[in-house]
């Protein structure tokens, strides 16, 4: 992997390359998106190319440094771990990056630290970056890799370059989803549209059995719901439940039914609709959902997520969502 295969971030990549090309490698970045978005391929690919021993923009991919780089096992390329799922501690950030960035780079002309699920890190944890990034070493550079750079001190975030990602071309994710995995054309539109850009996703949803099962299991829900007992609703719970892994997913993809009634209510056309094997269930459903009572379910959905963030009970959240959504 190298700049040339990344599909979009053509302007990421332009600035990337051409800090190398000039000279003015900054010592901290901000790389900011959504789950799936290509940020830690930038980040990689970045520090591929720094390290790479041809001294151009791009790797070479053949010297010792890109092979070790391919093979995770880079010296000077660290990545930064933490035990905790929701947490990366103060003394995570200075055993790891802080002390260990006193120490000269083993072979290469920088160290290059990549800080994945930096909104994870508390407070403590970021104030002991700041001389870090203030006073860095000459080789030093440290990539934040975020959802969401807001969750990072003002102090950290005046001193890294901010990179955000953008969405892909629909056109681009469609012609490598249909070479690289030889999909079908209705499979592709449908991960295409789900993905709203997002390459990652798009690939998950094209090439994954648990998102068709995912997929299958939300049409289901959202087709049957309004004629559910409180069995079948616990059954519901329950089958929902067990994509806990790939719950904001689920929801997401609840989310694009009631956008696919609002569309319909709007337009009266089936063509821009994500779910159109089942364009009679959303025409017959958006026949009686009225623009508030839709705008209320898409609220619920957004409130059930912020639970989750939250980590609240998961089939207590999925059991008020469900019933939230089940009134009319």
Known sequence: MDFNKIIGHEDIISRLRNAIEL??????????????????????????ALQCEGGESQSCNS??????????????????????????????????????????????????????????????????????????????????????????????????????????????IHAYLIKKYEISEEKATFAIE?????????????TNDEYEQLIHSVID??????D????????AIQHC????????????????????ILVLKVTGSPDKIMFKEQYLTIREQSNYLSF?????KQKAIEAAKQRINANANLPDIMRLLILTLKEK
């Open 221 to 226: 829900l959202e087709s049957n719901i309004f």
């Open 194 to 206: 789900y993905s709203e850009g997002n390459l990652g996703k798009a690939i998950l949803l094209a």
């Open 241 to 260: 439940t067990s994509f806990k892994m790939n719950i904001n997913d689920y929801l997401d993809l609840m989310m694009m039914w009631y956008r696919d």
């Open 23 to 48: 000279n003015r490698v900054g010592h901290a970045y901000i790389i900011e998106g959504q789950e799936g978005s290509g940020r830690s391929t930038l980040a990689y690919c970045f520090a591929k």
């Open 228 to 235: 559910m007992d409180m069995d079948e609703i616990s059954d």
């Open 292 to 296: 508030n009572e839709l705008e209320a």
């Open 63 to 172: 010297c010792k440094s890109c092979k070790q780089a391919e093979s995770g096992n880079h010296p000077d390329i660290i990545y930064v771990t933490h035990e905790k799922p929701n947490l990366i501690t103060v003394g995570e950030i200075r055993e790891q990056l802080v002390d260990s960035m006193q120490i000269k780079p083993y072979s290469s002309k920088y160290k290059v630290y990549i800080v994945k699920d930096a909104e994870k890190m508390n407070e403590e944890a970021q104030n002991a970056l700041l001389k870090t990034i203030e006073e860095p070493p000459e080789y030093g550079v440290v990539i934040f890799i975020t959802t969401n750079s807001e969750k990072l001190l003002q102090t950290i975030r005046s001193r890294c370059i901010d990179l955000v990602t953008k969405p892909i071309r629909e056109k681009d």
